[in-house]
């Protein structure tokens, strides 16, 4: 099973900031990656595919980056709707597995 | 517009089996991977099955040989069959379409197993 680590678990940002979270992969998932956002008591929302394809609908401010084992999301400037909690996921393999998730608070 | 509507959550005790349904609206469930994915109290997400277009089906080791995943044609609804229910069984579950990363989520039903 591949094991998904994200950094940091909380990053603490101003609203109009800018935001990276990081994903690492323990072995190479090529471009199979996918970023989501998800706000409290709602489902996951799907924000980027493979590793820097935005979903639709999905704002320019989030972009995402990497291949192999490492990878980045990163939000331009953060906006109030933003504040979350984003887990990065592997889909190049089965099992699937998640991130145990990257806290974006306001600061 | 695509839909998914998970039901058939509650209270059961350990042990016991839940039937957990997910109906699926603006597109066609035997033409795509189908998931569920569960999410305990204060937790991340954990894939826990799939079925695929073909009918095969892969489990999470967690919930192999107590969960089965089926789907039913006619009704365009998938299915999750939980048995021998435990405790850390107990959470969120989504269903969830799945082309390869997972596009289309449902609002999750919440499953507590407890006595």
């Known amino acids: 099973e591949i094991v998904m680590k994200q950094s940091p678990a909380t990053l603490s940002v101003s609203p109009g900031e800018r935001a990276t979270l990081s994903c690492r992969a323990s072995?190479?998932?090529?471009?199979?990656l996918a970023w989501y956002q998800q706000k409290r008591g709602q489902a996951p929302r799907l924000l980027i595919y493979?590793?820097?394809t935005r979903a639709t609908g999905i704002p320019a401010r989030f972009s995402g980056s990497g291949s192999g084992t490492e990878f980045t999301l990163t939000i331009s400037s953060l906006q109030s709707e933003d504040f979350a909690v984003y887990y990065c996921?592997?889909?190049?393999?089965?099992?699937?597995?998640f991130g145990q998730g990257t806290k974006v608070e306001i600061k | 517009e695509v839909q998914l509507v998970e039901s058939g959550g509650g209270l059961i005790q350990p042990g016991g089996s839940l039937r957990l349904s997910c109906a699926a609206s603006?597109?066609?469930?035997?033409?795509?991977?189908m998931s569920w994915v569960r999410q305990a109290p204060g937790e991340g997400l954990v894939w826990v099955s799939v079925?695929?277009?073909?009918?095969?089906?892969f489990y999470a080791d967690s919930v192999k040989g107590r969960f089965t995943i089926s789907r039913d044609n006619s009704k365009n609804t998938l299915y999750l069959q939980m048995n021998s229910l435990r405790a850390e069984d107990t959470a969120v579950y989504y269903c969830?379409?799945?082309?390869?990363?997972?596009?289309?989520w449902g609002q999750g039903t919440l499953v507590t197993v407890s006595s």
């Open positions: 969830a379409k799945t082309p390869g990363p997972f596009d289309y």
């Open positions: 603006g597109f066609t469930v035997n033409s795509n991977h």
């Open positions: 493979g590793a820097s």
């Open positions: 079925i695929f277009t073909s009918g095969g089906t």
């Open positions: 072995q190479s998932v090529s471009n199979n």
């Open positions: 996921q592997q889909y190049n393999h089965w099992p699937m597995t």
